[in-house]
């Protein structure tokens, strides 16, 4: 085509060669250049460099308003003999395995739920999903009120049905804060997980349920041999999509503890902003943050190795 | 890249997505039990902390404290006082103003920019176009909360620190990779005799796009929009990392550092701000569920 179209204005029969200038001009890779350049910009300037810069300044003491020198490993030293920063190394890891998993068996649930015939079908599916789309700290907020140590909803019905004869200090004790904060995180993940989910449910054909009734299949034996296998990619990415953004979660537990109390409740990325925007110690806080990338590049590693293999599996060559 | 087989099949399952199946084989009860009540109750879940958050923005203070003389769970004289504090005595409309500005701008930029790269990628099929998408799939792994620290550095070194404008130029960054590669989902789908036929008869790359490739793209535009527009809302830490004084905040940011005062009948204005805070977006949202629900699936189809 590009051929074509050089040749094009050449319509005396006389060779024509056409000038650089013309021929650089239908270059694609030219061309390419020009239509790469905005999101590269952005991309090269605000995330590969930062991604750089960060590595860079965990091995520095860089300060808020001073520029740090080289010290090598010391800020990783100082990290791996400090309680608070396994603590919430700790955290991080119970917060994504808990969340994550729990996410992914009611997500599917409730996915497995609306694929069902029913009323009103369109107008649930949309309501499901609204948690997702309020921003987090706003409905965080919400559950802050929900949690308060005082005029908690769920003690004042817990105290009337009964059940408890005080209220409970839902973000004041370790534990409690921990399992407040992660049924927050689920509240807001499985509107994500079951959405994404029910897309994939619904290029399940149902004649495939109709052949295996008729053979016999019970309920588990449908979802087991049909469901699941036809889901299995989907649910790959849409899970390694939940861990990533669970384990790099810094809004919820912000705006509920600020990572107390206690530091019960820290994650790495709050820990981060702690440590590096709060007291300034600018160099200590990228350390803690890419302590993070090694985690974040073996979740990545896991599912693309995962995909892979099924593509070889399925021998499927797609694009 | 991986899921082309599930997507043409969409259409057809999406056909008899309305027959009943077999369905009718279920009797009433058995079906109360197995979904309507599982459903329900989630359902409940989802949606209490937004009834209590409407509720709470309408109640006067003395039934938010007094839970005995009062049924928390309803409200006896609603008034409309914290909701008139909230937008006639605070900053709130500046700073709904400042999250709306960045929003619109970040994502206006980002949009213009994924449509040449998407473009580029798909239909130049310049050297090495494939490992520059993979590149762009990466670029949307990186997670803010490893990048605030130095890029407040950057940011502070730009002079741009405190003001919105940085935001501006710092959220293309989550949405770029995502839109780039929405958009590259939709671009394979026009044909590309279509274009063919548009270079025969000697139009440039730029006319293609502008007269072609965008027309025909128009619901994945609005996808992608809708979509970046709600990350933008939704965005926090660095909004709280790179805004310092309180007229340039955005509301979430706002909302958590402006509110907290120790005052146990802030929890009315409190709530009236999570509350506006949140409408902007679910009016958008009932307006656009199907394209916003595409654009969630593509993005993790692609």
Known sequence: ?319 | MTDHALQTKAPAASQNDDSDGMSYLESLPRRLVTLYLPLFIILVVLLFPFYWMGLTSIKPDEQLIDMEKYNPFWVVHPTFKHISKLLFETQYPRWLWNTMYVAVGATTLSIAASVLAAYAIVRLRFKGAEAVGVLIFFAYLVPPSILFIPLASVIQAYGLFDSPLSLILVYPTLLIPFSTWLLMGYFKTIPYELEECALIDGASRWQILTKIVVPLAVPGLISAFIFSFTLCWNEFIYALTFLQSTPNKTVPVAIVNEFVDGDIYKWGSLMAGALVGSLPLVILYAFFVEHYVSAMTGAVKE
């Not at chain 1, 800020?75 to 400090?82: A, C, E, K, S, V």
């Not at chain 1, 369109?122 to 999903?129: E, F, G, H, K, Q």
């Not at chain 1, 034996?221 to 990415?237: H, N």
């Not at chain 1, 409740?265 to 902003?273: E, I, K, P, R, V």
């Open chain 1, 1 to 319: 085509m590009t051929t074509l179209q050089t040749s094009a204005p050449a319509q005396a029969p006389t060779a024509y060669t056409p000038s650089l200038w013309a021929r650089l001009k239908v270059n694609r890779n030219w061309m390419a250049v020009w239509f790469m350049l905005p999101a590269a910009a952005f991309l090269i300037l605000f995330l590969a460099y930062p991604l750089g810069l960060g590595v860079w300044m965990s091995f520095t003491d860089e300060r808020i308003g001073r520029t740090g020198v080289f010290v090598g490993l010391e800020n990783y030293q100082w990290l791996w003999d400090d309680s608070i920063f396994w603590l919430s190394v700790f955290n991080t890891l119970l917060y994504t395995i808990v969340a994550s998993a729990i996410k992914f068996v009611i997500g599917l649930y409730l996915a497995l739920l609306l694929n069902r015939h029913m009323p009103f079908k369109a107008i649930i599916r949309s309501i499901v999903l609204i948690p997702f789309i309020v921003p987090t700290v706003l409905s965080a907020i919400a559950f802050w009120w929900i949690y308060d140590s005082q005029f908690s909803i769920i003690s004042w019905s817990l105290i009337k049905m009964g059940l408890i004869d005080h209220n409970i200090n839902f973000l004041g004790d370790a534990n409690m804060a921990r399992g407040s904060v992660i049924f927050a995180n689920i509240w807001r993940g499985v509107p994500f997980v079951a959405i994404t989910l029910l897309a994939g449910l619904q290029t399940v054909s149902p004649s495939l349920y109709e052949a295996a009734t008729l053979d016999g299949a019970t309920n588990w034996q449908r979802f087991r041999f049909i469901t699941y296998p036809i889901l299995t990619p989907i649910i790959a990415v849409v899970m390694t999509f939940s861990v990533l953004f669970t384990f790099t979660d810094f809004q919820l537990v912000w705006a509920l503890t600020r990572g107390g109390p206690v530091n019960a409740t820290h994650l790495m990325a709050t820990l981060s902003y702690q440590r590096g925007i709060i007291s300034g110690r600018l160099g200590e806080g990228a350390a803690i943050a890419t302590a993070m990338i090694p985690f974040l590049a073996a979740a990545i590693a896991i599912s693309w190795f995962g995909m892979q293999r099924r593509k070889w599996q399925q021998g499927s060559n797609n694009d």
